[in-house]
Nanobody, 121 residues
Framework: QVQLVESGGGLVQAGDSLRLACAASGRTSSLNTIGWYRQAPGKEREFVGVISLSGGSTNYADFVKGRFTISRDNAKNTVYLQMNSLKPEDTGVYYC??????????????WGKGTLVSVSP
């Protein structure tokens, strides 16, 4: 089993930056890919981006390209989501997830419990 714990959420103003962290524990050697997802109030959860833990390749949803960056620190078993130029529509609960396949973000093995990001106008 793998446990994922998100941190770094909070209340910020539009235009600000925030960095989220996803710390993995347990059988981390079984992890191949970490993804970030978010769920806005009243909406379904959506894909934000993904990183390969081996090669470091990343892929992002169109609505965050150029603003969000995913990175990893394998020594710390931690993946980061750097969010810049935040907008009110970025408000939501952000989740990290363990995926078996980099190219298929629809299949998730493990979910974290999420961290809340609130962006005020």
């Amino acid at each position: 089993q793998v446990q994922l714990v998100e941190s770094g959420g909070g209340l910020v103003q539009a235009g600000d930056s925030l960095r989220l962290a996803c710390a993995a524990s347990g059988r981390t050697s079984s992890l191949n890919t970490i993804g970030w997802y978010r769920q806005a109030p009243g909406k379904e959860r959506e894909f934000v981006g993904v990183i390969s833990l081996s090669g470091g390749s990343t892929n992002y949803a169109d609505f965050v390209k150029g603003r969000f960056t995913i990175s990893r620190d394998n020594a710390k078993n931690t993946v980061y989501l750097q969010m810049n130029s935040l907008k009110p529509e970025d408000t939501g609960v952000y989740y990290c997830a363990g995926l078996p396949e980099y190219r298929n973000p629809n299949i998730v093995q493990y979910w974290g419990k999420g961290t809340l990001v609130s962006v005020s106008p």
